[in-house]
C-alpha cells in the first residue's frame, strides 16, 4: 500500500448537496475553472467549511513521509479500542473451564459451549456489519458494536447458570465490529502510512492475548467470574469514549478494496485455491486454540497439580518465550523466501504437542514445557498467516479476501470450543489432545497442496481521466517484470497493483501512468 501520487495534488473532488437532496459535482484541477475539466468518477468527499478542505488535502500530501497526528491519534485510539474489546474476548479463555464448572447446570460440553460462542454471531455478523458501515456510517455501527458486547458482558456477569453465561457470549460476539473499525482507519489514514496503522492494530490485538492469558486468571481470582465479565463491560464503554473522544472525526465512508469487503471480489475469493487453504488454516488454527483451552487448564489441575489460582505464570511464561521464540522463524521466511516451509514447520509442531500433552502431559514440568512449544508454534502461525493472505490475495481483493480469513477465524473459535468441550465430556482430556491432533494432520495434508506464495506487496495508485481512459494501461504494466497482477478500479479513480518490489518501484510504475494534466481543455 503506498501514498497518494501527484493527482490528489492537482485534483481535488468537492462533493456539495443542495437542499433538495441533488448532489452537484464541482471540480478543480491543473488550476483550470471547473466547466474546462473532465470529470473523474472518484469516491466524494462532503467538504462543507475550508477547514475541512484543509484537513482532506493535508491528509492526501504524499510529501509527508511521517504520520501526521490525526493519523497517529485514529491509529492509537483504534488500536486501543480493538485491543480493549479482544481483551474482554480473551480474559475468559483460560479461567472458564475451571471457574465456569461450579454454575448451575455445567457440564464439560456446555463449557465448550460458553468458550466458543462468541465465534458463532461474529462469523455470522462480522461482514454485514461492515457493510452496514459504508451505507450509514462507521462510529454508529462501532458504538452499536461496543453497546452490544457491554450488554452481554452485564448479561453473563449476573448470570447464576452456564446458559445465562451462554446467552452472554452470544450477545458479545453480536457486537461484531472488527470490519468496521478497520475501514474507519481505512479512511482516517493516507495509504502510505496505511500498512503502519494496520500493523498498530495487529499488534495491539497480539498484545491483548497476552495480557488476557495473565491477567484473566488474577481477576477471576480476586473478583470471581462476575467480576471478570464487569471489568469486559467497562473496557466495551471505555473503547466508545476512546473513539468518541480520541479518534478523529471523518468525513465519510471512503471506497476501498484493500480494507473493506468489495461485493465484485466475493465470488472470486470464493474460489481462489490458495486462499480457500489460508481460511481453513485460521479455522483449524482457531478451532485447535479453543479445544486444548478446554483441556489444559483443567490439565493443570488435575495431571499437574496447581491450582486454578496460579495458572497466571504459566500462560506469562509461555507467551514470553514463545513471542521471542517466533521471531527468528519469521525473519528466515520472509528473508529466504521459504514462508511455506516455516508455515508447514510450525503446522506440524502444533501437531507434536498435542500428541504430547495426550503420550506424556502428566505432570506440571512436562505441561509448562508443552504450553511453552505450544505457544510458540501458535504466535507464529497467528502473526504469518494475514501476511500469507496479503501476498495470495489477487489485486484489488485483499479486502474481501481479509473479510472471508476473519470470518474463518471466529468460525473455527466456535467449532474447537463446542467440539472441544463435547471431546472432553465423553472421551476426556486424551480425547481432547487426539482430536486436536487430527485436525492439525488434515490440516497439514491440505496445506502441503499450497504453493510457495508470491512475495509481492499490494500497492494503489491513484489515476487521472487519461490515465482511467488508458485501455492499454493494465496490460503495460503487467508487462513489466516484477508486476505480478493490476486492477483498475474506476468507482475509486485508483489502479491496486501487486508488485515485487526488489524488482520494481514506484516511480517506475507512476512513469506508465498517464498524468491529470491530459485531462484538461484550455
Known amino acids: 500500500v503506498v501514498g497518494s501520487g501527484p493527482t490528489d495534488q492537482d485534483l481535488v473532488h468537492l462533493q456539495r448537496a443542495s437542499l433538495g437532496g441533488r448532489k452537484t459535482v464541482e471540480y478543480r484541477a491543473c488550476g483550470y475553472p471547473a466547466a474546462k475539466c473532465a470529470p473523474v468518477p472518484k469516491r466524494s468527499l462532503l467538504l462543507e467549511s475550508p477547514a475541512d478542505f484543509l484537513r482532506v488535502y493535508s ?34 479463555l483460560p479461567v472458564l473451564a475451571t471457574y465456569g464448572m461450579d454454575l448451575a447446570g455445567s457440564t464439560p460440553a456446555l463449557i465448550g459451549l460458553a468458550i466458543g460462542a462468541y465465534g458463532l454471531t461474529q462469523a ?33 456477569a449476573n448470570a447464576d447458570s452456564i446458559w445465562g453465561v451462554i446467552a452472554g457470549r452470544v450477545l458479545q460476539g453480536a457486537g461484531a465490529i472488527s470490519a468496521a473499525v478497520m475501514a474507519l482507519l481505512s479512511d482516517l489514514t493516507r495509504e502510505q502510512h496505511r500498512t503502519k496503522a494496520m500493523a498498530m492494530i495487529g499488534m495491539s490485538i497480539g498484545l491483548s492475548f497476552a495480557v488476557a492469558m495473565v491477567v484473566g486468571p488474577l481477576l477471576t481470582r480476586a473478583f470471581g467470574l462476575s467480576g471478570l465479565f ?8 471505555l473503547g466508545i469514549l476512546i473513539v468518541a473522544g480520541i479518534v478523529p472525526k471523518d468525513a465519510g465512508p471512503l471506497q476501498h478494496r484493500e480494507s473493506g469487503v468489495a461485493a465484485q471480489a466475493l465470488w472470486p475469493t470464493l474460489k481462489h485455491g490458495d486462499l480457500l487453504r489460508l481460511d481453513f488454516a485460521i479455522l483449524a488454527l482457531h478451532a485447535v486454540l479453543m479445544a486444548s483451552f478446554v483441556a489444559l487448564p483443567l490439565a493443570l489441575v488435575e495431571q499437574g497439580g496447581l491450582v486454578k489460582e496460579e495458572h497466571w505464570w504459566v500462560y506469562l511464561t509461555a507467551l514470553l518465550i514463545g513471542f521471542f521464540g517466533m521471531v527468528p522463524f519469521i525473519i528466515y521466511g520472509e528473508k529466504k523466501r521459504q514462508m511455506k516451509r516455516v508455515l508447514l514447520g510450525a503446522v506440524s509442531v502444533l501437531l507434536l504437542c498435542e500428541l504430547y500433552f495426550a503420550l506424556f502431559g502428566s505432570g506440571l514440568r512436562a505441561l509448562v514445557l508443552g504450553i511453552v512449544v505450544f505457544f510458540t508454534a501458535f504466535n507464529l502461525l497467528e502473526a504469518s498467516l494475514p501476511s500469507l493472505v496479503s501476498k495470495v490475495a489477487p489485486a484489488g481483493g485483499k479486502g474481501t479476501a481479509m473479510g472471508v480469513y476473519s470470518t474463518s477465524q471466529f468460525l473455527g473459535a466456535a467449532l474447537g470450543g463446542i467440539l472441544g468441550g463435547w471431546l472432553y465430556q465423553h472421551v476426556g482430556l486424551n480425547g481432547v489432545f487426539i482430536g486436536c491432533a487430527v485436525l492439525c494432520a488434515i490440516w497439514l495434508a491440505i496445506a502441503v497442496t499450497m504453493r510457495e506464495p508470491p512475495y509481492v506487496t499490494s500497492l494503489r495508485l491513484p489515476l487521472d481521466a487519461a490515465a482511467l481512459a488508458d485501455v492499454g494501461l493494465v496490460e503495460r504494466l503487467k508487462a513489466t517484470p516484477g508486476v505480478a497482477d493490476a486492477v483498475v478500479v474506476v468507482d475509486e479513480a485508483a489502479i491496486y497493483i501487486k508488485v515485487d518490489t526488489q524488482q520494481v518501484d514506484r516511480t517506475t510504475l507512476e512513469s506508465l501512468i498517464v498524468s491529470a494534466p491530459a485531462t484538461c481543455r484550455v
Do not use: C, K, N
Open 124 to 156: 455470522v455478523l462480522q461482514i454485514p456489519f461492515g457493510i452496514i458501515s459504508d451505507r450509514i456510517g462507521r462510529r454508529p455501527v462501532i458504538y452499536v458494536g461496543l453497546l452490544v458486547f457491554a450488554a452481554g458482558s452485564v448479561l453473563a
Open 230 to 237: 464487569w471489568a469486559t463491560g467497562a473496557m466495551a464503554l
Open 59 to 92: 491528509m492526501h500530501d504524499p510529501h509527508s513521509e511521517r504520520m501526521s497526528s490525526s493519523e497517529t491519534r485514529a491509529a492509537g485510539g483504534l488500536a486501543m479500542v480493538f485491543a480493549f474489546r479482544m481483551l474482554g474476548m480473551f480474559m475468559v
